[in-house]
């Protein structure tokens, strides 16, 4: 019901923009978020935005590099990632949670996407 796009190979300092669709249910009262995971790591938190589209929220480790939004009329969540570092490799999965409000739990978002792989290359 959620499926991520946008992935891919880029180099350090680059740019990627990741979409995540909904199909079968509409999430416009949903809120949104991406999160990440690394091989032999845990998934981690990346951003979330209000089923409104804000209060966006970031993790520390990509605050001022990349930026949540979505658009409901087409039932999509973006995230825009710049200033790409190695240490954002990982598959990103889009998320939609029980909640309207923006959330970094994770135990609070009941769908998730497939995910799509980020590989940054120094």
């Known amino acids: 019901q959620l499926v991520e796009s946008g992935g891919g190979l880029v180099q350090a300092g680059g740019s990627l923009r990741l979409s995540c669709a909904g199909t079968?249910?509409?999430?416009?009262?949903?809120?949104m978020g991406w999160f990440r995971q690394a091989p032999g790591q845990e998934r981690e938190f990346v951003a979330s935005i209000s089923w409104s589209g804000g209060r966006p929220s970031y993790a520390d480790s990509v605050k001022g590099r990349f930026t949540i939004s979505r658009d409901n009329a087409k039932n999509t969540v973006y995230l825009q990632m710049s200033s790409l570092k190695p240490e954002d490799t990982a598959a990103y999965y889009c998320?939609?949670?029980?909640?309207?409000?923006?959330?970094?739990?994770?135990?609070?978002?009941?769908?998730w996407g497939q995910g799509t792989q980020v590989t940054v290359s120094s």
């Open positions: 998320a939609a949670a029980r909640v309207s409000y923006s959330t970094s739990n994770d135990y609070q978002y009941a769908y």
């Open positions: 079968g249910r509409t999430f416009s009262s949903d809120a």
